[in-house]
């Protein structure tokens, strides 16, 4: 299938714009209001305007998703350097491919460098030298590598000197600059690993290393006196440019806390040591020296923490969000400040006293994706480092936005269910979120209250392994509701549980289905710090689900490596792990086929091992044999998700760690399917009445509106020259949203009322010239008509035409790939997509004198009426080529109007547009009688004028006037117009009767026969005026051999 085939195939982001983790932060040092954040999964974002909007900078330009660092020039603030992979590596972390780096203020960025490192955790740049880098690379996350420590560059990133290395399984995590003399350079070292089944945090090669000459060469201050006498985990550093010699260090070790130097880091003095400071080391120490102040410094952690006395004490900072990672001062105004957390990036112009909101980033990071079956229907998740989520997937007022968003139980990881029928209770994991092992929260919306029905709610605390555990729940363990019984739902630890009262009791049934490795069941973190949050519990099922046709047969995968099937309700099960899957690999999803019984598919990784390989396997048989389906996706993108097109057997898609692949034959050959869909990790998707919803983790839901041209794609479009696919049926939707003077400026901030909020946008043109908006702090509706997708084998020298007909074949509006007014036809090689508003042609235009009347003249579609639920078709025509399909508009279900009544409707909005047509086309027979006439009467101006040609002209204007001014405001462009005319009259009526899909009220019948009949009366005066004066006046002018005046 050729690449182009996807190319009009659109992603809509629908929110929500709750920010996710935040780990890397910069601010300009000399425009105000601007800054930049970093999402641990979502690319470089910039703000102008002191965080009061965030647009992404980067997409189209990074081949990875997560930042770890970043850094703005000083020197030259157009450079800008980011650091991919971040390095507070959690279990669900994304690695990045390096340097990135930007010369005009983040338009456009550039990769320089050290993709091999993968993560990297500080970048610092010499005050006076863009040219001159640090970057500290802790190197893989997973496994032990050479690409560690740290880097320096001389010239821009041209080219990388390794000039600190201390072994393949200690990297670099924090380097700081004095900024008053750059030579001296401090870097930390971590021996960190994560693995499968925990964290490693410490080791001999962890410690500190000093540079005085600018990074030539370096010492090693690990044991100097004052610091830390054993071994040490993570540590951070800072250097305060507000006195010589002054360094801040904050250190996980036995004796931890933060340490600071008054002599360049020759002798140390632990100045506090209180728990708040130095909470899950792993995952902050961050240390920060106020640029100003050298006894002010600031903390990173639980709490974002702030000494005005060298460190000896601590004071809170409220933040909007918990769990801090990064921040930036201004070193001109240390009120200025931006600050990153696990809720976003957020601003401050105060020195902390408030903050931006963190309520305008769509940079979630979610685990899996629900949909229900409301109408429209509404999108459940759990957002990691948050807590549930429900969203509309499209709002009547005109965007989706936080007023829209509820929490249904849930937490901030897992699973969400929606039971199949009424009570329509929602059910959701929350491990994380709150106390138990395990925790299940059960949401009746009815009541709205949140019951917790953890199968087995004992607390062991982050001090106990997964081998304390009576059920080891994962931190996503699975959750599913039975495709046969909405009363019978299944959770799974490393056993699988039944329960058929809702969560009240739980039936164990199955054996232990993993590897039940007790060396891999200890406890996590260590050798000095422990940490058993959830995330670390192996040996578990990570993956269930029952069969869609057979009530009773499971198919389970665990997270290491091995995938079971029991076909009878549990009474036996049987290990079926495909023979060439890794011995440890984690069964990320099975998909049961919803078309074939023996029929399901695997999506594996082992990117928890440093492989980051695809690994997808499907079997015909029940397991008995596999078959591995990676043709098409890169080795170097592993694969979490995989679902199968319920409509079409064999349509197959795939989330992997950057993207959505497509497979139109059963996995046979997979295709790039992210066209407008951001660089960023997959990690559920679902098919949803005909949408595709993706579960991102790092940029929030998204939806591809539309998947019919994928379900009707075949092996021989590439050959021919026009192929028109069938419109899906649309349902006819009904949005709001009041905007204010949009400009089309696509640089401008235009605004528009959602409901009770304001919120912004930017306008785009589409392939049709139709404009588009582009929320920066909502969701976007979809598409307010039908999709048509067409396929042109190259781009066509003839003209391209879409028209679009009634049942009987009767044209009711048409669009040219010719035309110069929006919207034309596209007319690319590839595939097209067109959107009809399901409007019919507008009313005939006013014609334009002289652009003065922009006011009064509407687009011809302000009156053309959209048309009713019912069949239509749809013809392309290329050249002497077409072809044509049909379609259905669908009635909105929540609606109580009669098929009647909305016929009543379209037939009086027919009607207005005809009877507006008829105005417009007096007035324009108006407008050139008196140009005429003008030009006849000035002729005669220029002589003596013995016939009174002037004067009769002037009558004759006049008269015209009368009646032009019953059919119209000829003032409309004045600033304050007069009274409304019959125009304007029947615009507003059409307006108010197109408020909603209902029959028009009495009152409106009667101002349409009202306004009628006074358009009768203006067309016969005018009549009589052009059978009578005019003739009288061409008859005067005839004498004087000029053309006549042509009513």
């Known amino acids: 299938m050729v690449a182009n085939a996807f190319q009009s195939l659109e992603w809509r982001l629908v929110g929500p714009h709750r920010a996710g983790r935040t780990v890397a932060v910069a601010g300009h040092p000399t425009e105000l209001g601007t800054f930049y954040f970093g999402a641990c999964a979502g690319g470089v974002w910039k703000t102008t305007n002191a965080g009061s909007h965030w647009e992404n900078v980067t997409d189209g330009f990074f081949k990875t998703s997560a930042v770890g660092a970043l850094a703005v020039s000083h020197s030259d603030p157009n450079v800008i350097y980011a650091g991919t992979g971040e390095t507070a590596i959690r279990s669900n972390i994304s690695h990045g491919d390096g340097v990135y780096k930007s010369t005009d203020g983040g338009r456009t960025w550039a990769n320089v460098g050290l993709a091999a490192t993968r993560h990297i955790g500080e ?9 001159v880098v640090f970057v500290s690379a802790l190197g893989h996350a997973w496994g032990q590598n050479e690409d560690r420590g740290v880097y320096r560059t001389l010239d821009g990133g041209k080219t990388w000197e390794h000039v600190l290395y201390k072994s393949d399984k200690a990297g670099a995590i924090d380097i700081s600059m004095d900024p008053s003399n750059p030579r001296v350079v401090f870097a930390t070292f971590w021996q960190g690993q994560r693995l499968p089944h925990g964290a490693v945090s410490g080791g001999e090669d962890s410690g500190m290393w000093r540079s005085m000459d600018g990074g030539d060469t370096w010492e090693d201050i690990t044991r100097n006196e004052g610091l830390p006498k054993g071994i040490w985990g993570k540590s951070g550093v800072a250097v305060s440019g507000a006195k010589a010699g002054r360094v801040y260090a904050q250190i996980e070790a036995e004796d931890a806390g ?34 100003q102040d050298a006894d002010t410094v600031y903390i990173c952690n639980l709490q974002f923490l702030k000494s005005i ?63 229900d079956n409301h109408f429209p229907y509404r999108i459940y998740g759990s957002q990691q480092d948050n807590f549930a989520m429900r969203l509309p997937m499209a709002d009547a007022e005109g965007a989706i936005s936080w007023k829209n968003y509820y929490e249904p139980g849930g937490g901030e990881s897992g699973y969400m269910r929606v039971q199949p029928e009424a009570p329509y209770k929602v059910l959701g994991g929350g491990i994380g979120t709150g106390l138990g092992h395990g925790r299940l929260v059960n949401w009746d919306p009815e009541e709205d209250q ?68 007790p060396d891999k069941l200890q406890n996590s973190g260590g050798p000095i710090t422990a940490d058993n949050s959830g995330a670390e519990i192996y040996c578990t099922i990570f993956a269930f689900v029952e069969s869609p046709h057979e009530q009773g047969v499971y198919w389970a995968g665990s997270d290491d490596g091995l995938v079971h099937i029991s076909r009878d309700g ?21 998909e049961a086929s919803p078309h074939d019984p023996a029929t399901a598919y695997i999506a594996a990784t082992m990117y928890k091992h440093d492989d980051n390989r695809p690994y997808l396997y499907k079997t015909n048989d029940y397991g008995e044999t596999w078959t591995r389906i990676n043709n098409g996706i890169p080795d170097d993108d592993f694969t979490r998700a995989i679902r199968e097109d319920p409509e079409r057997r064999g349509l197959l898609f795939v989330g992997t760690e950057l993207g959505v692949y497509v497979s139109l034959d059963d996995g046979g050959n997979w295709h790039w399917l992210d066209t407008n869909l951001p660089i960023v990790p997959i990690y559920d998707l679902i098919v949803k009445n005909g949408d595709l919803v993706a579960a991102t983790h790092g940029r929030s839901f998204w939806i591809l509106d539309d998947i019919s041209p994928l379900r009707q794609m075949q092996d021989d479009l590439a050959s021919k020259s026009a192929h028109l696919f069938k419109p899906r049926d649309t349902y006819k939707y009904r949005f709001y949203g009041r905007a204010f003077g949009a400009s089309s400026d696509p640089e401008d901030l235009n605004f528009m009322m959602n409901g009770p909020i304001t919120i912004s946008y930017r306008l785009k043109k589409d392939a049709s010239g139709q404009d588009q908006r582009l929320f920066l702090d909502a969701g976007n509706n979809p598409p307010d008509g039908v999709i048509v997708h067409y396929y042109l084998g190259d781009k066509p020298e003839e003209e391209v035409t879409l028209t679009f007909l009634d049942a009987d074949g009767n044209e009711l509006n048409s669009y040219s790939s010719k035309s110069e007014e929006a919207p034309w036809a596209p007319a690319n090689a590839g595939s097209n997509r067109f959107l009809w508003n399901l409007r019919t042609k507008g009313a005939t235009p ?21 048309v009713t639920p019912g069949e239509y078709q749809v013809r392309l025509t290329v050249g002497d080529e077409s072809m044509t399909e049909s379609f259905r508009i669908l009635r909105d279900p929540r609606l109580k109007s009669s098929d009647e009544d909305l016929q009543a409707q379209f037939e009086m909005k027919s009607n207005i547009r005809d009877l507006v047509s008829s105005t417009n086309e007096a007035i324009n027979q108006i407008k050139s009688i008196r140009e005429q006439v003008e030009q006849w009467a000035k002729r005669a101006d220029a002589g003596d004028d013995p016939d009174g040609v002037r004067s009769a002209a002037d009558e004759l204007k006049e008269k015209l006037a009368s009646v032009e001014a019953e059919l119209t405001q000829v003032d409309a462009g004045a600033a304050q117009p007069g009274e409304a005319k019959i125009r304007e009259k029947f615009l507003s009526l059409t307006s108010m009767i197109d408020e909603s899909d209902a029959r028009p009220t009495a009152g409106a019948e009667e101002v349409f026969n009202l306004l009628s009949e006074q358009l009768d009366a203006q067309k016969s005066r005018l009549a009589q005026i052009v059978s009578e004066d005019v003739k009288a006046f061409t008859d005067k002018v005839s004498g004087a051999n000029v053309p006549p005046v042509a009513p």
């Open 846 to 866: 006013l014609d334009s004198e002289g652009g003065k009347d922009k006011r009064i003249q509407r687009a011809e579609e302000a009156v053309s009426p959209r």
């Open 309 to 371: 006395d060298g460190g000896k004490t601590f004071k809170q900072i409220p933040t909007p969000h918990g769990d801090n990672h990064d921040l930036w001062v201004d070193p001109n105004n240390p009120l200025r400040m931006i600050e990153g957390n696990d809720g976003g990036a957020v601003v401050s112009l105060d020195g902390g006293k408030s903050w931006s909101s963190c309520m305008n980033q769509p940079t979630a990071q979610f685990y899996h994706v629900e949909a």
């Open 258 to 291: 933060v340490y600071r130097s008054d002599d360049f880091g020759a002798t140390w003095s632990r100045e506090n040591d209180d728990l708040d400071v130095g909470r899950r080391p792993w995952y902050y120490m961050h240390i920060y020296a106020d640029p």
């Open 450 to 517: 949140r019951r917790n029905i953890t199968a087995w709610p004992e607390v062991h605390g982050f001090g106990a392994g997964a081998i304390h555990l009576k059920y080891r729940f994962q931190w996503t363990f699975p959750l599913e509701f039975s495709p046969h019984d909405p009363k019978t739902m299944f959770i799974a630890s490393q056993y699988v549980h039944k329960s058929t009262d809702l969560g009240h009791s739980y039936q164990v049934i199955s054996p232990d289905l993993t590897r039940n490795d």
């Open 123 to 131: 970048i610092q740049i010499h005050p006076a030298n863009p040219d």
């Open 570 to 590: 549990g009474e036996n099960w049987k290990n079926i792990t495909p023979g060439d899957l890794p011995e440890w690999a984690m069964i990320s999803m099975i």
